[in-house]
């Protein structure tokens, strides 16, 4: 490792240490990082701007964003949210399941922070009209976020990046991963129903309580809702045919977020696009593409990846595995963004060596490792941090080790299934 080598790996590890702790805005380390590399000269400005932002992540999550604020503001989360509870006739054993099986199918095909953020507090709600405690709610909640995140191109940003940088399309992503998080997903339901069902008695009079809500009465726009449900509808579509239309997932995202600005009248543009396009989130990424543009302009990313082979001497199922694990484990302790980040240009190396076919299992792994591995504490995906601050709020506090003590399980179990999973369906 040459001395350029060394000093670029020592200020990207300190940029990452400053960003796990939080005690400087993540943002902040994140632009200072990049700006660092650019004035040392270890990436030119051009560059880092033309070359390694991966611009289809950025104007994709923006995309996103937009869609995700105008359906929100139509009242539909709140509204299925209820109708199910009533569904299960304020039975909390079924309401729970049903709540953790939505929330997983929502963040598939919708952002996952997003998500939990609308879900979680008609959950609390729920449970308090129940008489009992919402943690289990909105635990199981945060769990499924970041489990039905795993299944799609655009349900996790991890899945945005891995996409975006693999080629690999919304169709991809779910031929190779959609069925294997449904059986996750039913499996966990399961685990869900041995961790928390003796905590879930009511009587018969909170349960009547909950047949009560008017879940119409929840749908703020109603003609906004069935054009939004159209306009999402033909999003979908067109990222399933993305591969055929030729067209990137983010030029697709734009188009969908376009048609909804232009119905949504009601909506104050400024107040909208300040307050649900999460601009720290955009900047943090367009930062973290510099630094590792950086890493990979100066070599050290081949230096890693032909680490890798070394380690593994060419066996693709135990490089596999060992991507899993690591990502996993990472994932549960470390924001999965800048590690999936780092380790993207080293499986991109790798494929190089080795073959573009041969490497894909490789990025299944690095997905489903950063994606499952983020329930294995409180601080280990957005979502649970979100989750736990909107209980925080309604005095529901939730522990780290309250919180870890059940995700870490379901994250051995997922990991353990995943690993399976992978040798069987690749190996």
Known sequence: MTEKMFFGLAIFIGCYVFIASEKINKVAVALSGAVLFIFLGYVSQNQAFSTYIDWNVIFLLIGMMIMMGVIKNTGLFEFIAIFLAKKARGNPKKIIIMLFIITGVFSAFLDNVTTVIVIAPISILIAVELGISPIPFVITQALASNIGGAATLIGDPPNLMIGSAAGLSFLDFLKNLGVFIAITMVVCAFIVNLFF???????????????????????????LLIYSIVVFGIFLTLLILQEVLQLHAATIALVAAVLLLLRA?????????????????????????????????????????????DVSKGNMELTTIFIIWSSGIASAFLDNIPFVAAMIPMIRDVSQSIGVEQALPLWWALSLGSCLGGNGTLIGASANIISAGICKKSNYPISFWTFTKYGAVITLINLLLASVFMILRYF
């Open 197 to 223: 069902g003796k905590q879930l008695k009511v009587t018969n009079e909170r349960r009547a309580r909950i047949m009560e809500f008017k879940e119409k009465e929840l749908i703020r726009d109603k003609s």
């Open 265 to 309: 009248r009601k909506i104050n543009m400024e107040n909208f696009l300040s307050n649900e396009i999460d601009w720290s989130s955009i900047l943090f990424f367009i930062g973290l593409f510099i630094m590792v543009g950086a890493l990979e302009e100066i070599g050290i990313i081949h230096f890693f990846s032909e680490k890798i082979l």
